[in-house]
């Protein structure tokens, strides 16, 4: 399956971009922020909650990254005019990381304070590993600051994590953990499959021992159980963490999570750069390529998976 799913992702900058946008439409909400409101009104019915990202992280020009900050203002505004329960989650190289500094260390601490006069809260995505120390060094930066509306996430296929997490206890943080998608070398990153499983539960026993809020972000199945051990061992209620997923991916499984009175929040993307993140997303997660792939073929195909 790993080599179909490979596959897949090499032919898919030959592919027309009318067929990528279908294909992905169901995991993009849009490319307005009407979309993305639409798509986090529908979970909220569904008793999950969610965290809306502008896509962004192609910009070339600091005007570009003013026009996402911006954006992410918009969001706020729009998220309280229609009471959705949903935070944002913000790249940092879509805010001007590794164009101007400067404008990118302002316009995330305005994001953040903005969020805070709005009851709200800010996720720092984690980009590749060239980004790891810098990320780290505005969040601790916005904490020292006594903003405490914005958390961070951290990557377990990262040789570092654990170190990290030991290097920001004093803080609590509250971390989104995940597996990681960037393509690193294998001095900074772990590369085998259960090697990162692996290190993700070790992280994850580390941050919730260490009195972390974490976001559990997984589509595996090991992971999400290991997540259900690990939080009822240490005595966690629902409120101490939550679970979280790309929209459109095990959509069933979420309902599930839900239905076993877990916390649950949705990642909804939006945006005008639409296709660069689809393209980027598939080639560095072939998996999930295979995933849209199966239920693509599931939706085209009558009678498939007894559909009709």
Not at 154 to 168: N, W
Not at 204 to 218: H, K, W
Request: charged share 30%; net charge neutral.
């Amino acid at each position: 399956m790993a080599i179909l799913d490979r596959a897949i992702v090499r032919t898919l900058p030959a592919v027309p971009k009318p067929i990528v946008r279908k294909i992905s439409e169901r995991y993009i909400a849009g490319t307005r922020v009407e979309d993305a409101c639409r798509v986090v009104k529908r979970l909220n019915t569904e008793g999950k909650t969610a965290t809306v990202d502008v896509l962004g992280e192609e910009i070339t020009t600091g005007e570009e990254a003013r026009h996402i900050g911006y954006e992410y203002e918009n969001v706020f505004r729009t998220i309280d005019e229609q009471r959705l329960d949903t935070n944002v989650s913000v790249k940092l190289t879509a805010l001007g990381l590794k164009l101007d500094h400067g404008l990118c260390r302002e316009t995330l601490e305005r994001l953040v304070r903005e969020a805070a006069a709005r009851s709200n809260f800010v996720r720092i995505d984690m980009e590749d590993s060239t980004c790891t120390d810098e990320t780290l060094r505005l969040y601790r930066e916005l904490r020292e600051a006594g903003l405490d509306n914005v958390g961070v996430v951290l990557q377990a296929h990262l040789r570092r994590t654990l170190d990290d997490i030991e290097a920001l206890k004093a803080l609590t943080p509250n971390v989104r953990l995940c597996k990681g998608i960037y393509v690193e070398r294998p001095e900074v990153a772990f590369q085998g499959f259960d090697e990162v499983r692996e290190n993700f539960v070790r992280a994850l026993d580390a941050l919730l021992r260490g009195g972390s809020y974490v976001g559990i972000a997984t589509h595996d199945e090991w992971l999400i159980e290991e997540g259900e051990r690990l939080v009822r061992e240490q005595g966690r209620s629902p409120a101490d963490y939550e679970f979280q997923m790309l929209l459109g991916v095990r959509p069933e499984r979420g309902d599930r999570l839900v239905t076993e009175s877990h916390r649950l929040r949705i990642y909804v993307p939006f945006g005008e750069h639409w296709y660069a993140y689809s393209l980027r997303r598939l080639q560095e997660n072939p998996k999930i390529a295979g995933y849209i792939a199966a239920d693509t073929l599931s939706r085209l195909i009558p009678g498939r998976n007894g559909r009709s």
